[in-house]
C-alpha cells in the first residue's frame, strides 16, 4: 500500500512539472486571436505583422452595421448582406505584433485557380511577398491571427466566399 502512494505521488509530481513547464514556456494550446487585416510585415531585425483590428458582424447585429454604414436601408434590411456578414473597421488603428520564431501561417486562397481552396502552409518569407507588395489583392484579405505570450504564433487567412 505505501508503494502504491509513493509511485502515485511520484506520477502526480512528474505530470504537474511537465504541465507547469509547458505553461512557462507556452507550450500549451491557447492565446488571444484577433480577427483583422495585415497591412503589412516588417522586416527590421524582427518579422512582425502592421495590423488592424476589425469586427466579424452577422445577423441582426451585421444589418445594423450595415445601415449604419449607409451600405443598407431599414427597408433592404433582410436582403442587403448576401452572405449575411459584414466586416467592420472601426477604428483604422494599427498595431504590430511580432511573429514567433516558430509562426505557421496559413493561406487559404493562394493556390485557389489550381486547388480549390485548402489551407496552404507558407513560409514567412512568403507571407512577406505576398502582403508587402502593394500591386497584389493579400492585404485587403481579413486574417485571424493568435496571439500568444505577446507573439504572433498563428496567422490564418479568412476564407471570405
Given at each position: 500500500m505505501r508503494r502504491r502512494v509513493i509511485l502515485s505521488l511520484l506520477l502526480a509530481l512528474l505530470v504537474g512539472g511537465f504541465l507547469l513547464t509547458a505553461a512557462l514556456l507556452g507550450m500549451g494550446e491557447?492565446?488571444?486571436?484577433?480577427l483583422g487585416f495585415i497591412d503589412g510585415v516588417t522586416t527590421n531585425g524582427n518579422y512582425g505583422v502592421i495590423f488592424d483590428e476589425?469586427?466579424?458582424l452577422t445577423g441582426a447585429e451585421g444589418e445594423?452595421?450595415?445601415i449604419e454604414a449607409g451600405l443598407c436601408t431599414e427597408a433592404t434590411r433582410s436582403s442587403c448582406l448576401p452572405n449575411d456578414y459584414i466586416i467592420r473597421n472601426t477604428s483604422g488603428a494599427t498595431r504590430v505584433y511580432e511573429f514567433a520564431n516558430d509562426v505557421v501561417i496559413t493561406m487559404q486562397t493562394l493556390r485557389m485557380e489550381q486547388e480549390g481552396v485548402r489551407p496552404t502552409v507558407i513560409s514567412r518569407q512568403e507571407?512577406?511577398?505576398l502582403i508587402n507588395n502593394p500591386s497584389q489583392?493579400?492585404?485587403d484579405l481579413p486574417y485571424r491571427i493568435t496571439i500568444h505570450n505577446g507573439l504572433v504564433r498563428k496567422v490564418d487567412e479568412v476564407y471570405v466566399p
Open positions: 491557447g492565446g488571444t486571436e484577433r476589425a469586427e466579424w445594423d452595421a450595415a507571407f512577406e511577398q489583392h493579400w492585404r
